[in-house]
């Protein structure tokens, strides 16, 4: 599997991430057995690069990821989690976590000083397991962006310059702000959810030439849009962003389908590579829970796409026509 550099960093991913929100028990439960499956296929397909964090079933994808790489050669493959929520112990109560099927043995507390994040790096390495990690992300920082970009990266730039960390950036899905953090900061990197996709293209306004003009990196991340790109043929009652998606949402995730399924290629083929021809996107990060999913989506982003797929779908309307994509082959005489 290919990989990428990020930014100016000796930091590399492979192209295909592996997302660690579903091992955390996002909306359903999720055994040890089977997130064991799922890290070990996604490891022998030639996924190396790993992604998780604190926030994602408070500690538990931590502690599922650490426990497969901790295994590996740690020359072999790249590790990111993520600060901005520190983790405080609490009584369950026979309480589930938020939107993880989780007990709730702790709870979050925002916090992106400077303490905050070196707290939050120092128990993600005792939860993993690990000496150090490669990528660190200011996480959901949304409604807490002055807060993160006036103490949050100066803390990140400090781990860096120690060489805790090989790279930094944020994880976020507000196009404007992380804007705005690539042009008054020195991040290697940022992971973009849902704003550059088959469905959604507003990256390309502001954020991908910031990035381009700053030697910046993007992993693209929620690429299905939280599943209405994530099946052949969307269906109704797909989700968007997390909400049932709208009808003309809806209508246009199905144009695309039908566009994919006259060049006999699934839809959710074509929403894993769009990203990867812009040329500020190192990757594609994909959130896994089961073997079987690994398995649908390695052979999904290594489907062959005709190039002619692309050009019909910029026929239709359904591309930006900004948005890079291979030129279908002309004859040569």
Avoid at 123 to 152: N, P
Wanted: glycine share 10%; net charge negative.
């Amino acid at each position: 599997m290919e990989r990428n550099r990020l930014g100016r960093s000796d930091v590399h991913v492979t192209e295909l991430g592996f997302g660690g929100g579903p091992l955390g028990g996002l909306f359903e439960a999720v055994d040890d057995d089977t997130a064991t499956r799922a890290l070990e296929a996604a490891w022998d397909s030639g996924i190396r690069y790993f992604d998780t964090s604190p926030h994602y079933g408070i500690g538990q994808s931590e502690r599922r990821v650490g426990a497969l790489l901790r295994g590996k050669p740690r020359d072999a493959w790249t590790l990111s989690t993520k600060v901005g929520r520190v983790l405080v112990p609490q009584d369950p109560g026979g309480r589930t976590d938020e939107a993880f099927e989780v007990p709730a043995t702790h709870r979050r507390v925002w916090d992106f000083t400077r303490d905050g994040v070196l707290r939050s790096v120092e128990d993600s390495l005792t939860r993993m397991g690990v000496d150090r990690i490669d990528v660190l992300y200011l996480h959901d920082a949304e409604e807490h962006f002055e807060d993160a970009l006036r103490d949050g990266y100066p803390a990140l730039a400090e781990l860096r310059a120690q060489g805790t960390v090989g790279a930094v950036g944020a994880g976020m899905y507000h196009t404007g702000k992380l804007t705005r953090l690539v042009e008054e900061t020195d991040v290697d990197v940022v992971m973009l959810s849902g704003r550059y996709t088959l469905l959604d293209h507003s990256a390309l306004d502001d954020l991908f030439p910031a990035c381009a003009a700053r030697g910046v990196s993007v992993l693209a991340a929620s690429v299905f849009n939280s599943g209405v790109l994530a099946t052949p043929r969307p269906s109704a009652g797909a989700t968007y962003d997390y909400a049932p998606a709208d009808p003309r949402t809806l209508e246009r995730a199905r144009r695309l389908a039908a566009v994919c399924e006259a060049h006999r290629v699934p839809l959710p083929a074509v929403a894993m590579r769009f990203p990867l021809h812009h040329p500020a996107v190192a990757g594609v990060v994909v959130g896994m829970r089961s073997a079987d999913e690994v398995r649908r989506n390695t052979e999904a982003y290594g489907t062959k796409i005709p190039a002619g797929l692309w050009s019909d779908l910029r026929g239709e309307g359904l591309l930006d026509t900004r948005a890079p994509a291979p030129a279908p082959p002309t004859d040569v005489p």
